[in-house]
């Protein structure tokens, strides 16, 4: 039965639980509890009793005099069920989101074993071109002794052989270093991913891989206001632990570039959107050095709206454009050189030496000369 209003109370919605009224605590502890097996309550009469007696308690406590609570407070319930509803529905999207970069990552890993896989077959066809040119130079030594060949023909063609093998050589070695870089680099990569899982499973970036690097996607609305280039608090906390990481590789060199959407920058301190997205990258660049990333280590650039992640035609994909991605850049030593060109990083013919670690910058233009002055100006 429902409870009477008065004129003594408030307006306010009834209660009742399943079966049960929230008033008459009479009714409550005379309610039949529900037989649990062969060791519950309904099997034995005291317990039941005071299972009873503490169900009623329990709702008495619970609800006030009158039976009823007031229809703000049940509205605000209701409310907050909604909310609850919408997060799991939210949280959902995000786990699936993620999933989705996990099968990515997975899918990158594999093509890379599938490469390291290409580099051992090469490696074995050179291993068997090599055996061949012994085989032969063996052959051709024995043809010198049977049919009496000019030694200095032979030589010559000895000579020829043995240069085709010490090339064959050098190419064999440079593909045992290739695939050794790409072993420490792969080690690296899934170190590196591995610390950045907690950030990623808290939905607060996402790694991609683009053209063979490893890509940390951070969103631009969690890092700044519109058209602003002040990091907000909750950005700096996302940064501060991005710089936790990256400072644990101090030989590693990452780039931080700033994208935005195609939406034109109407008046204000910068002229386009290739000036926001830089002054962006530059003040993540600087809360990195502050979080203890070495400077000499980071870059900044800005690419503006030119190199969009998704459409600009929705506001989702206007969203996901504006972003700050962080880039671990290759380092010289990755690429293999190719035998017979010449080393990029050896000095030039007739080049001085340069002491290890200094840095090395263009030569200035040449100085233009100064107009001369206009007549009655100094």
Do not use: Y
Not at 143 to 161: F, I, P
Not at 210 to 218: D, K, N, S
Not at 282 to 308: H, I, M, W, Y
């Amino acid at each position: 039965m429902w409870t009477k209003m008065t004129n003594d109370h408030p307006p306010c919605t009834p209660i009742r639980t399943r079966g049960v009224e929230a008033t008459p605590s009479r009714a409550l502890a005379s309610a039949p509890v529900p037989n649990r097996g062969r060791r519950g309550p309904a099997n034995n009469p005291r317990r039941a009793g005071v299972a009873r007696w503490l169900l009623a308690a329990l709702l008495a406590s619970a609800v006030p005099a009158g039976g009823c609570v007031r229809k703000s407070e049940h509205d605000k319930a209701l409310a907050a069920l909604k909310t609850a509803t919408e997060d799991r529905t939210r949280l959902a999207a995000q786990v699936k989101a993620l999933q989705a970069d996990v099968a990515r990552l997975v899918e990158e890993a594999g093509r890379r074993e599938q490469e390291l896989s290409e580099v051992k077959t090469r490696e074995a066809d050179l291993s068997k071109k090599v055996d061949e040119l012994l085989l032969l130079n063996v052959e051709l030594t024995e043809r010198l002794k049977a049919a009496g060949q000019s030694v200095e023909a032979l030589n010559t063609e000895r000579g020829s052989l043995s240069q085709a093998l010490a090339e064959t050589r050098a190419q064999l070695l440079e593909l045992r270093k290739q695939q050794d870089a790409a072993n420490a680099r792969g080690a690296q990569l899934r170190e590196l991913q591995a610390k950045f899982q907690k950030l990623v499973d808290a939905g607060q970036l996402k790694i991609v891989f683009r053209q063979g690097r490893m890509v940390v996607e951070l969103a631009n609305d969690v890092l700044f206001e519109s058209g602003k280039t002040d990091i907000k608090p909750a950005g700096k906390a996302m940064i501060g632990d991005v710089a936790k990481v990256l400072r644990t590789m101090p030989d590693r060199r990452f780039q931080v570039a700033g994208h935005t959407d195609n939406v034109k920058i109407q008046g204000g301190r910068f002229a386009s959107n290739w000036e926001l997205s830089t002054a962006r990258a530059v003040s993540v660049v600087k809360l990195l050095v502050d979080g203890g990333v070495r400077a000499t280590n980071l870059s900044a650039a800005g690419f503006g709206e030119f190199q969009p992640a998704e459409t600009n035609d929705t506001p989702d994909g206007r969203a996901k454009n504006r972003r700050i991605e962080i880039t671990l850049q290759p380092n010289l030593d990755e690429f293999v050189k190719v035998p017979g060109m010449p080393d990029p990083a050896a000095p030039k013919p007739g080049a001085a030496p340069t002491k290890p670690g200094a840095a090395t910058a263009p030569a200035p233009p040449p100085a233009k000369p100064a107009p001369a002055p206009a007549p009655g100006k100094p």
